[in-house]
């Protein structure tokens, strides 16, 4: 057998191993990443801040939360709300944030709940707004 011939099978043995190894962890890559972060996406889409005042006895900021159902079935969200001084802060500006569970939201309906920020300085004006939010189904 010449050293081409050789060589040729080499590559051609090579070339089969690497794609019995990569092919299925891209097409595990592929196939799993798409879909939380379509359902992420579509959970920030279904709630959203109604309201945000300063309690006057706490002095603490209050956010008004809402929440639609889907029409899949019931379930629950879990919201990240932030409280910020400012809609677009700089980067390093980020504000503090609570989480609030809103629990039982039928399909096509809407429920409310109340997050509670921290305590807010009485010179300024707070902004609310929703960062991250998660829908869990109902098992069952």
Known sequence: MSALKWQGWLVGLVV???????????LYVWASGEPEAARARAALEDV???????????????????????????????????FREQADPPPQDRGSQTLVKVPGVAPDAREHAEAVGPIWPPSTTPWCGVAAAEFRPTPG
Request: proline residues 9%.
């Open 16 to 26: 089969l191993a690497g794609l019995l190894v990569f092919a299925p962890l891209g």
């Open 48 to 82: 959203r801040v109604t309201g945000c005042r300063i309690d006057p006895a706490s002095r603490r900021v209050v956010a008004a939360v809402e929440a639609r159902g889907r029409p899949q079935g019931p379930g629950a969200y879990l919201v990240t709300v932030e």
